[in-house]
């Protein structure tokens, strides 16, 4: 008896074993095709948070199975006869099976949550953000808030609902942001009338920009392409056009837009918002009430408003 009990138990064992060990090797499989779900790496802040990510699906994969792995065991051998109508053998007490289910999900938030502070602070190392009350009368000097920030800045603008970035150094303004390769950039962001968000999925980082306050933002684009900035708040009826074109390019590229930038007149930017508004106007429909979008702001690149290629 006691023999055939220990083959029994050694049997088990050794089939937990044999399914743990596929569970980890699927659970890493999936853990890198994550990486595919994402868009393209373009900034030194995306493998960062990509890593964050593959580890997360790794876990959650390995849980998610497990449990259902169970759930089929008990479900195909461990069923009551036809017709058995009694109730189950009352187990209770199982210290051993208490520590356990105590003990591996502590782990496993534990483990999510370091991982997750050891990106947040290498993200703050990367590109630290800073809030300040624009009412500051230090911040606003020579016309552009936050002038003491190092001169590569980009002051970037939102309202509703269009966008639009300010190259103080260059005197450069557009409704399409050019960013150099491989290069820090300072952004400071205001908002002119709601909350909205400062959102490029290729750069995996997102600002929520407050009224009142100017954010800093720092990253560094590491991937030369065309890209889309969003809107990631909800702030009103043209929400989804409140888009823009993000171009990362090479350096002398970069210095050759400023410099045929800066030659250009001002004229009104891209503003989808403005456009539709119009339009909407002159059919004579009313439709619901919304807010008159903001003027078109003036630039000197009005820049394109078209899918991007790389994500």
Same mark, same amino acid.
């Given at each position: ?23 980890? =090797?699927?659970?890493?499989?999936? *853990?890198? @095709? ?8 373009? #900034? /030194?802040?995306?493998? %960062? ?106 002051? =970037?603008?939102?309202?509703?609902? *269009?966008? @639009? ?8 303004? #557009? /409704?399409?942001?050019? %960013? ?132």
């Amino acid at each position: 008896m006691n023999s055939s009990s220990t083959r029994i138990n050694y049997s088990a064992l050794a089939l937990v074993s044999a399914w743990t060990g596929v569970l980890v =090797v699927f659970s890493f499989w999936m *853990s890198r @095709q994550a990486y595919h779900w994402l868009p393209v790496q373009a #900034s /030194t802040a995306a493998p %960062l948070v990509d890593g964050l990510f593959s580890f997360e699906t790794a876990l959650a994969t390995f849980v998610f199975f497990g449990v259902i792995s169970v759930m089929a065991w008990v479900v195909i051998f461990n069923r009551a006869e036809k017709y058995d109508m009694s109730d189950a053998e009352p187990i209770e007490g199982n210290t051993r099976l208490e520590i356990i289910w105590t003990v591996i999900p502590a782990l496993i938030v534990f483990g999510i949550a370091f991982y997750s502070v050891r990106v947040n602070q290498k993200l703050a190392v990367l590109g630290p953000m800073e809030h300040i009350h624009r009412g500051d009368p230090i911040e606003e000097v020579g016309g552009f808030l936050g002038d003491r920030l190092p001169a590569e800045q980009v002051e =970037v603008t939102a309202r509703q609902w *269009s966008w @639009q970035f300010n190259y103080p150094a260059a005197k450069v303004s #557009s /409704t399409e942001l050019h %960013l150099p390769v491989d290069k820090p950039v300072t952004f400071r962001l205001v908002s002119e009338d709601v909350i909205h968000g400062f959102y490029v999925p290729a750069f995996r980082l997102k600002q929520d920009i407050i009224p009142g306050r100017a954010i800093n933002l720092n990253l560094t684009p590491t991937r030369e392409g065309r890209y889309r900035l969003r809107d990631s708040m909800y702030s009103g009826t043209w929400f989804s056009t409140n888009q823009a074109d993000v171009v990362v390019e090479s350096e002398a590229e970069y210095n050759s837009w400023l410099q045929q930038a800066a030659s250009q007149p001002l004229q009104p930017g891209l503003s989808d918002a403005v456009a539709e508004y119009k339009q909407r106007q002159a059919e004579g429909a009313r439709g619901w009430p919304t807010v008159v979008p903001a003027p078109a702001p003036m630039v000197n690149v009005p820049g394109s408003n078209q899918l991007p290629h790389n994500g």
